[in-house]
């Protein structure tokens, strides 16, 4: 099977849906603007040498694109944060994305749809799916895609429910990806606690890595439950239209999606997806603090 064609936001399925209920992929978008606030994890009692900040997320560089323009302004830049989160942004290009994308076909062929199989996209290997230029939209100004994964709703039992679980996957890979990233985090704060020590040098970017990491993950499933084609949520949302009303939305997915466009330009989007966010983050921190908790560690 040959690569479908691929536009910035991968709008190419809800056309095809609409002609022919046949063929239609599923990509791992993301819009990765860091929540406002602190990071919802560090106790008062760890120590921080140094009297650095722990790791947040308050926009000064959220992506390497506000990296260069305060090194074009002449601002200073905080390298190492910088690298973790380069570093956290290309881990989650080279293995999140492709566990998202995986995430869609695996479920897929579960509900007897062999299509992502067929095509040789049920694999981890982060060169299936990725895109080069959306792999270079998320770290340069926060949101991205990588290749759709074929599905082909013609071998569901019911094609609506069965795109919408196939939808929902990719989102829940990135929340227990999210969950993993804070278990380790709240695991090193743990070790760092039960020894007394300071948490500075390795450790602290570690932190920040891991936060980093978490926060891209929790960006990318939030963004992805947007109700707006092409995204994860216009899937779900497809399940509980009639036929008409659903062959209505998605009439106007070109606008739906030229209005997210714009709204993401413009940054209205941004107050409300960081509000959520944070409220996400709060929670999967919350879940993987508790065995912590319980054991009296933090």
């Known amino acids: 099977m040959g690569r479908r064609p691929v536009g910035s936001f991968c709008m190419v399925w809800p056309a095809k849906l609409l002609k022919n209920r046949e063929e239609t992929g599923f990509s791992g978008m993301g819009f990765l603007k860091m929540a406002r606030g602190p990071l919802p994890l560090l106790p008062n009692r760890i120590i921080i040498k140094e009297k650095k900040d722990p790791p947040t997320a308050k926009g000064e560089h959220d992506m390497l694109i506000n990296l260069i323009q305060s090194l074009a302004d002449g ?22 994305l492709p566990l998202h994308e995986f995430a869609h076909g695996w479920v897929a062929y579960k509900l007897g749809d062999p299509t992502a199989k067929n095509a040789g996209r049920l694999t981890l290997n982060p060169f299936k799916s990725l895109d080069p230029m959306g792999a270079l939209a998320i770290l340069l100004v926060g949101f991205g895609w990588a290749k759709p994964v074929p599905v082909n709703p013609r071998f569901f039992k019911n094609p609506k429910r069965g795109m919408a679980v196939t939808a929902l996957a990719g989102p829940l890979s990135n929340l227990l990806a999210a969950l993993v990233g804070a278990f380790l985090a709240t695991g090193l704060m743990a070790w760092t606690l039960s020894g007394g020590r300071a948490l500075t040098g390795l450790s602290y970017f570690i932190l920040q ?45 070109q606008a739906m999606s030229f209005a997210l466009m714009l709204l993401l330009v413009s940054g209205k989007l941004s107050g409300p997806l960081s509000t959520v966010q944070q409220a996400v983050a709060g929670a999967v921190f919350a879940v993987a603090r508790f065995p912590l908790y319980l054991a009296g560690v933090l």
């Not at 980093?212 to 993950?217: E, G, K």
């Open 209 to 253: 890595v891991l936060y980093y990491y978490v926060v891209v993950n929790i960006s990318l499933a939030v963004f992805n439950l947007l109700p707006v084609p092409p995204l994860d949520g216009s899937r779900i949302v497809g399940m509980f239209l009639s036929d008409r009303a659903l062959a209505a939305y998605y009439k106007n997915q």
């Open 75 to 96: 601002r200073g830049v905080d390298w190492a944060q910088a690298l973790a989160q380069v570093l956290s942004v290309g881990f989650v290009v080279l293995c999140v």
